[in-house]
């Protein structure tokens, strides 16, 4: 049985989805709700308590509840009531809380590989440290934008044409973010993203409740403010309870035009209306549809190019939400049941490979072979690899066409990319002026590039997140693996290679610095007859040379692992790769 499971880690609340055995993404209900709160609570035994467990316990010590770790990434350690932990073991207990609930649904089977979304605009350094706090959870790990995840569920459903955009407009519970999200042949590509850190779903929940209080507290004013700043134990569980309720209520009002909020005594229940809410939210939601304009024009969408906009997370059922859209730029957004699942259930469409669901591939297209027999200690596994040529730039991610069964079509990454597998002749030029040579190569052209490799290797695996190609000799070659990289940047790399190079260098250095094996860098080599980037990873049993080129807005990076015995063959292969190697 294979496992995949995805995990949006939001602010406010996480969701967790899996697939069994290659099927449809499904959520896990983690106590009862398909959404757990991403809150911590750190007691002073040293026990970590998550979602509805640290909110309850936060009743006892406010001081050792952190309602929002994500927003902490950036912080190196938190101080949590007299505790100081890691925001990374924060996180992680996050992750190893609904990991596991997604274990148990699938009776305790292991996980092949686990998806976590991410904001478009987090780099490389926060990507890398929600990495490093899931490290261990799965044998494989992937990280997906958040916008692309949902542009792809909304493609499985709808479909998106090519050449499209579409927008997204994510109302989370502590964050509202837009994007824009570009189809262009097999990828989704977020052209454009900004965010709003200060506002969300609880925002409307805390005006709600200051509107309730205003109708209510005259009753008792002192009982009032008690009940709502909570200092005493007994008024904090009252608190959280009311908070609930408000809760409650504003997910009733999308759906019918009024309700009432039960009270503690003295106070007397509270009616409200949708006018109500509406009065209040009009201002700041008003400015998220600016947000949403805002995007749209950073991401230079066309007239007539927008697709749609398309509303996920919970507050995207607020009704007004969807008016003002209508009534800003014509377009009537799509939403779906269960928006606040749509992140996460996306995301592991968009990261799902085909490679050992037993599927078949793309039509016109061969069988995708199964991933690289490279162990998760080798140098070039997924989770081990530090790409320092690699770009903050969003990765693709590949779409396949509908399968023959009556169902949604199925996306997922790195499968479609086209793989040309024919084999072809080709001149290898000896060096030192030697004869001519007839040998027989492989051809492979997927992710805007394209090579030749030895016929007697094999294609297969490789990682869309990183535009990654493998081959490998087919009896296995001890580890011998070579791995095309492609990494977009918004310069041309090639006409301002120093530029290029000092990013290279800078990164190579800071791996260093952090222990990392690396070595022997050389900013203008020579290797196959192309002016290259040259350094050196080394690993137990072997060893990777990488060189990277640079083309136009392109810096693709070529690691070729070897151990001892092999070097000649894999650095021969290699050395055909790289002189091959070219933009289509």
């Not at 959520?27 to 991403?38: M, N």
């Not at 019918?256 to 509406?278: G, I, K, N, Q, W």
């Not at 990164?507 to 080599?525: C, K, L, N, T």
């Amino acid at each position: 049985m294979t496992l995949h499971v995805s995990v949006d880690f939001g602010t406010s609340s996480t969701c967790t989805a899996v697939s069994v055995d290659g099927g449809e993404p499904h959520v896990v209900v983690i106590d009862g709700q398909p959404l757990v709160p991403s809150a911590v609570f750190a007691a002073a035994d040293g026990t970590v308590f998550v979602g509805q467990e640290a909110e309850r316990q936060a009743a006892v010590d406010p001081s050792r509840f952190e309602p929002h770790p994500k927003r902490r990434i950036d912080e190196g350690e938190l101080l949590l009531g007299g505790s100081v932990l890691h925001v990374g073991a924060v996180i992680r207990a996050v992750l190893q809380r609904v990991v596991g609930e997604a274990r148990r649904y699938a009776g305790g089977a292991v996980v092949d590989l686990l998806v976590l979304s991410h904001p478009a605009d987090w780099g490389s350094l926060r990507t890398g440290r929600l990495h490093r706090a899931a490290s261990g959870l799965a044998r494989g790990l992937a990280v997906v934008p958040e916008p692309v995840g949902a542009a792809v569920f909304h493609s499985a459903g709808h479909g998106l044409p090519d050449g499209s955009a579409l927008a997204v407009l994510d109302l989370g519970g502590g964050t509202v973010d837009a994007s824009v999200v570009h189809k262009q042949g097999p990828t989704f590509r977020v052209s454009a993203s900004r965010g709003e850190p200060n506002f969300g779903g609880a925002d409307i929940d805390q005006m709600l409740l200051e509107h309730i209080g205003d109708t209510v507290s005259s009753t008792d004013p002192q009982g009032w403010r008690r009940l709502v700043e909570g200092r005493e134990m007994a008024d904090r569980r009252r608190r959280r309870v009311l908070r609930q309720d408000v809760r409650g209520a504003k997910e009733t009002l999308s759906r019918h035009s009024y309700t009432d909020v039960p009270l503690p005594p003295p106070f007397s229940d509270a009616h409200v209306t949708r006018s109500d809410l509406e009065r209040l939210i009009a201002e700041p939601l008003g400015r998220v549809v600016d947000l949403l304009v805002a995007t749209l024009r950073e991401g230079q969408v066309a007239l007539g190019q927008l697709a749609g906009v398309f509303l996920v997370g919970g507050s995207s059922r607020v009704p007004l939400v969807s008016r003002l859209i209508h009534e800003r730029i014509g377009v009537v957004p799509t939403t779906l049941d269960q928006p606040e699942t749509v992140v996460c259930r996306g995301a592991l469409r968009a990261a799902r490979t085909e490679a050992g669901t037993g599927g078949t591939g793309p039509h016109g297209a061969p069988a995708v072979a199964g991933r690289s027999d490279v162990t998760s200690g080798d140098s070039l596994s997924r989770a081990s690899t530090i790409v320092i040529g690699g770009s903050d730039r969003t990765r693709p991610v590949m779409t396949a066409p509908p399968r023959r069964r009556a169902r949604l079509p199925w996306v997922f990454a790195g499968v479609a990319g086209v793989v040309v597998a024919g084999v072809v002749a080709a001149v290898m030029l000896a060096g030192g002026g030697a004869d001519e040579a007839r040998a027989q190569v492989r051809h492979v052209a997927r992710y805007g590039y394209e090579f030749e490799y030895p016929a007697d290797w094999k294609q297969g695996g490789g990682d869309p997140e990183l535009w990654e190609t493998r081959v490998s000799p087919r009896d296995g070659g001890q580890g011998s693996v070579v791995s095309v990289r492609k990494g977009e940047f918004d310069y041309n790399v090639e006409e301002q290679r120093e530029r290029s190079v000092r990013d290279l260098r800078r990164r190579y250095d800071g791996q260093v610095a952090a222990g990392r094996p690396f070595s022997g860098f050389e900013a203008h080599a020579r290797f196959a007859g192309r002016d290259v980037v040259h350094y050196r990873q080394q690993r137990q049993a072997t060893a990777v040379d990488w060189y990277v080129l640079h083309e136009g807005t392109a810096r693709i990076s070529v690691g070729c692992q070897y151990p001892p015995a092999k070097k000649k063959t894999v650095l021969s292969a290699c050395a055909g790769i790289v002189r091959t190697l070219s933009l289509r």
